[in-house]
């Protein structure tokens, strides 16, 4: 599997995105620039990499001027083909807003930056620690589209206790229904607020970050 991962002005998370695909999982990484429109050198086997930062300075809302950014017109067709797509922290907020993702990330609930470890469960139970970096994270959709993502089993992760235990004192940015991660009816978009690109090093002392990436068939 092959690794795209798009620059816009003010991503901070790429390079550790890079280092963490080639250096941890020996990935092959394309950087790809925003402006530019040709993803013919990837194959549906492969996956279009959205990292984190602060895209366009966060102006208008996070993610809304990115998604109009020529590079993300063909991130949607490779995806609407059945591509890979995953999106952490600010690249989560593009997916929502460019439709590949349904929801919305608001300000967090406490009104400040967030950045610590915190702990998340999917759906089988597996716990993982993972860094999380945001001032917007906060996940919020209508009731009908979170029992449509429950039901699906679309849900990737939730924000738990080191114990597993799913409460609000565990939630960092006051998400509904403690929700860290979602994917499409599809299975092929991916978006996360925690930053697995964080957690994959033994030279950090934590590689759950890994765990992350193979549990999302990325690999």
């Known amino acids: 599997m092959k690794f795209g991962i798009v620059v816009f002005p003010g991503s901070n998370c790429d390079r550790d995105m890079k280092d963490a695909l080639e250096q941890d999982l020996n990935k092959e ?9 040709d993803l013919s050198m990837f ?9 984190g930062g602060f895209s366009f300075g966060d102006y208008l809302r996070c993610g809304a001027i990115a998604q109009l950014s020529p590079m993300m017109q063909c991130v949607v067709t490779f995806a609407n083909y059945g591509g890979k797509v995953l999106g952490v922290c600010n690249g989560f907020q593009i997916l929502c807003e460019s439709g590949l993702l349904p929801g919305a990330l608001l300000p967090n609930g406490s009104q400040q930056f967030v950045c610590k470890n915190i702990h998340l469960k999917n759906k089988s ?6 860094p999380v ?12 589209t979170l029992d449509d993502l429950e039901k699906n ?29 979602i994917r499409n009816k599809q299975g092929n978009v991916f978006g996360m607020m925690p930053h697995p690109e964080r957690a994959s090093s033994l030279a950090l002392g934590n590689t759950d970050g890994v765990k992350i990436f193979n549990d999302l068939g990325l690999n």
Do not use: Q
């Open 29 to 37: 990484v394309v950087m790809l620039w925003h402006k530019d429109k």
């Open 125 to 130: 139970g597996k716990i993982y620690k993972i």
């Open 43 to 51: 194959s549906t086997d492969d996956c279009i990499v959205l990292p």
């Open 133 to 144: 970096a945001h001032g917007d994270g906060r996940y919020f959709a209508d009731e009908k």
């Open 153 to 181: 089993d679309e849900v990737l992760y939730y924000y738990c206790d080191e114990n597993g235990e799913i409460n609000k004192n565990a939630n960092p940015n006051h998400a509904v229904r403690n929700i860290a991660g």
